[in-house]
């Protein structure tokens, strides 16, 4: 201890010394060392620095994550002398009731095994063995021994290093759950039993400050909430004969992205945040939902990227702002955090909305915000008077019961250190989880990547894989989903031609015409291959039509041996073809769902995808052929 305490008395005096001149208050590395692991440093030993301690897989940094350099050339909070790795610890599983835990353990580490045994009479639902992960949470689902008494509501359970009170599971029955010594508790603190039979909010789990939320568990979450108000907001399409009548919904999505780029979040997480929210954006524009956008970065200022006005006015494109994020300069000097004005900004821009569009239309307006944090806001105060004010603001109008629906808050906590319980409290909504702890930015955009499956969203055109580069035939059909061959035989089944052809709806394949020129063909000589991953791939045909001004004769009189225009068909499949990643149509011009690709805002015109697709002389084009992907 004596040692850094005079060193850093000394730096100070060194920096009392020299104020008014131009030396440097620089941190040191004196004493900030971790046994077991490393640290790194964001802007050397430089004011405004973070020195954030490693740790290797199943380990922690403890007691602190991370340090900031300060003005006056200290460390914030001031490093202990015992900083080390610490073994990863789950929480403790023996809260089961009816039942045995296997083996009994003061405490269990990562790689620890349990199993889960019931009492004579009581089933086991849930798993009945659980291992530790590097995570801080067991691996399976919460071990619960019951018997059945007729209840309407099963047995919620106890997760493990939690207490529960509450024993009754019968319609309006409460259950209530703390978690037990240093941990705090993420989910629903309350539940009650429905008449239907099911807990209202979601099973609680206990954290350790070590406790992270996986990929997986992110997306699983996030993406089942963030779906929901998508589809809530699609229209329905009704397929008839492969012609697509748009229902049109009532309803607007605003989405507010707020990320923290004050210095407590590193530079490199700040840019895999932006890649994230790059990735989000992307994903959300595979629905045919158009929502509007207040994107934001924040410090002790607000850094407005895209002003939500802007794009209800309409003049604002999401590749521009795509565009925008990707130019952003990252390399803020200010250090303060100031969660508390990012959200009176957006508060601020509701309320503009409101009075933009009238109480009556903002009625119809969902709200979801999307907040990026370290959680050590520092400047501005508690946020939670703003999120009540936005709260009153969207509840205002609604009298009803569903009024949760219309405002989301979810918070992505990233390496947060110390304020989780307050970070949670911000968040409302109904659906799911609203408050992720993630260990570090890295995992946003592949998070965000799979939130939204391709598969799930049927209605849209041209999406493709372009980062599957693997040779083998999955990843080439990820690439092209589109791709369709026809094969022809002709009545005596002598002649055989084969094509390509483009899927361009469910059941319809646009391929030449001139592939049907053997004569006398009827559908049954005409097949389609396309390897939507069921069976061999291979479709009948209902029928097919030639453009009617096809004919390759057409000039011979001019000159002209063989004349291709019009070179167009039409093939209809007897069955849809499964749309997936896999498989999946490519885009027609003019259509909705080709400004809904090109991410052109709202509806557009055929002059302005022309524009897009054609504005140079010369196009870069790919050619496929059957052997091998593309020439
Ligand atoms: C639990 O895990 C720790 C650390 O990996 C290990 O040292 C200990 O032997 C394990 N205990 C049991 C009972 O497996
Ligand atoms: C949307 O809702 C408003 C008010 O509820 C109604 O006046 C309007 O006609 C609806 N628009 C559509 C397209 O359904
Ligand atoms: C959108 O319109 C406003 C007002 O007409 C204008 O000031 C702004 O520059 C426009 N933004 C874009 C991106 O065109
Ligand atoms: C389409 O996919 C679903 C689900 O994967 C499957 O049940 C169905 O049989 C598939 N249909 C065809 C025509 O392959």
Redesign the pocket.
Known sequence: MGASVRWSWFTALLCLLCMGCEVQCDCTEEGVHIQGGHYTLSKKLEKGSQLVYRCPEGYYPYPHLRHLCQPGGKWEPTPRRHQKCR?VECPDPNVLQNGNVS?P?QK??????TTYECHAGYTLRGSSSRTCLPNGKWSGSTPICSRDFGDTCADPGIPAGCSRTGNTFGIGDKVKYTCNGNLFLVGSSERVCQENGQWTGQEPACYYKHTYDTATEVSEAFGSAIKHTLNILQPTDDMQEGRIIRMSTNGTLNIYIAVDISHSISTENLQRARDGVITLIEKISSFMVSPNYEIIFFSSNVYEIVNILDFIDGNITLASIINNLKKLDTTDKATGSNLNLAFRTMKERMVMIKHRVGAEAFKEHRHVLVCFTDGSYNMGGNPMPTVDRIKNLVYMDHTDTSKEEYLDIYIFGIGVETSDENLQSLTTGTRGRHYFRIKDASILSSTFEEIIDDSEVSGLCGLYKDYETTGDKISKRKRYPWVAFVSVTDAQRQSFLRCFGSLVSPHFVLTAAHCFHLGNILPEHVTVEIEDGHGSGVKKVKTFTLHPEFNVKAKVSQGVDEFYDYDVALVQLQEAVNISTVARPICIPCTQETSDALKLSGLSTCAQQEELLLKNHCERLSFLTKMDTLV
């Open positions: 073994l083996p353990l269990y580490f990562v790689t620890n095994e």
